[in-house]
């Protein structure tokens, strides 16, 4: 059974830094793993990914300020979150997908970036 637990949220400045973890277990080889975030009445968006090899994709509004990382060994990523804006006030979600294509989300952790 797949697990996904978020950690690291909470309130920061304006232009300040946060760092995102997602702890994973259950999960097995040829994954990707991801971020994305949601506010209410808003879809929710993707901010990047990363696959088990190390290829990112990052969605434009966080290119340049936010790193998507992953240590294959301890099952974690890890989302640096860097010259934040108040506009990113979101609920965040860690996302895997496994080798057979099924999604799976952690239950979501606050960002709320103070101006």
């Known amino acids: 059974q797949v697990q996904l637990v978020e950690s690291g949220g909470g309130l920061v400045q304006t232009g300040g830094s946060l760092r995102l973890s997602c702890a994973a277990s259950g999960i097995f080889s040829r994954n990707v793993m991801g971020w994305y975030r949601q506010v209410p009445e808003k879809q929710r968006e993707l901010v990047a990914t990363?696959?088990?090899?190390?290829?990112?994709n990052y969605a434009d509004p966080v290119k340049g300020r936010f790193t998507i990382s992953r240590d294959n060994a301890k099952n974690t990523g890890l989302l640096q979150m860097n010259s934040v804006k108040p506009e990113e006030t979101d609920v965040y979600y860690c996302w895997h997908r496994s080798r057979w294509s099924r999604d799976y989300w952690g239950q979501g952790t606050p960002v709320t970036v103070s101006s």
């Open positions: 990363i696959t088990e090899g190390g290829i990112t």
